[in-house]
């Protein structure tokens, strides 16, 4: 596709639900990140690939969140058992060379935890 | 990474320059500057980056002085359509490195 495609858009979810949120890179983009952004706030990071090597989880704020990129394109970020703290907007960016020269994000997910 | 600082929100005319100035005192020799803007409901758009002197795209310029621990976003004649939160992030590119994005400004623009 012409950018990065994150899916879905808007997801809700009953507290304690698992959940899975997609991101489609631009194909052939080595890095990969993961964002997570609170109303009125600015991003956060949480987590980089490097290909399917995740280099850098520091920004994950619990066991309960877990990303993968396996095959070195498609990735997903899964929280499991959500709280009401992890309603955000989770935004995907890649890029095409290491590091994040310039990093093309997507639109986000916005989850709400209910 | 060298933490940044700007103004909260600043307020322009259509038409006007802007000049949104960010302050990076600990910036290091490695790392570059470079500008996001981010409209409401989308992820951040990068703008610009620069490492020194000034440099010039068809959207902004970026004025960095020689010690650069300071820079300035610049753009011309505003239009409504500019109205979005910018913000500053200093790293080092030439590694894997996260981008670490603060409150960023938040820029309106009026008739």
């Known amino acids: 596709g012409a950018g990065v495609s994150q899916s879905p858009r808007y997801k809700v979810a009953k507290r304690g639900q698992d959940v899975a949120l997609r991101c489609d890179p631009i194909s052939g983009h080595v890095s990969l990140f993961w964002y997570q952004q609170a109303l009125g706030q600015g991003p956060e990071f949480l987590t980089y690939f490097q290909n399917e090597a995740q280099l850098d989880k520091s920004g994950l704020p619990s066991d309960r969140f877990f990303a993968e990129r396996p095959e070195g394109s498609v990735s997903t970020l899964k929280i499991q058992r959500t709280q009401q703290e992890d309603s955000a907007v989770y935004l995907c960016?890649?890029?095409?060379?290491?590091?994040?020269?310039?990093?093309?994000f997507g639109q986000g997910t916005r989850l709400t935890v209910v | 990474l060298a933490k940044t600082t700007q103004p909260i929100s600043m307020d322009s005319y259509e038409g006007q320059e802007v000049n949104i100035t960010c302050s990076h005192n600990?910036?290091?020799?490695?790392?570059?500057i470079t500008w996001y803007q981010q409209f409401p409901s989308q992820g951040p758009r990068f703008i610009i980056q620069?490492?020194?002197t000034k440099v010039t795209n068809e959207v902004a310029s970026l004025f960095i002085p020689a010690d650069r621990k300071s820079s300035t976003l610049s753009l011309p004649r505003v239009s409504l359509s500019d109205t979005a939160v910018y913000y500053c992030l200093v790293g080092d590119t030439g590694t894997a490195s996260k981008l670490t994005f603060g409150t960023g400004t938040r820029l309106q623009v009026t008739l």
């Open positions: 960016a890649s890029s095409a060379r290491e590091g994040n020269t310039e990093a093309f």
């Open positions: 620069g490492y020194k």
């Open positions: 600990n910036i290091a020799t490695n790392d570059y």
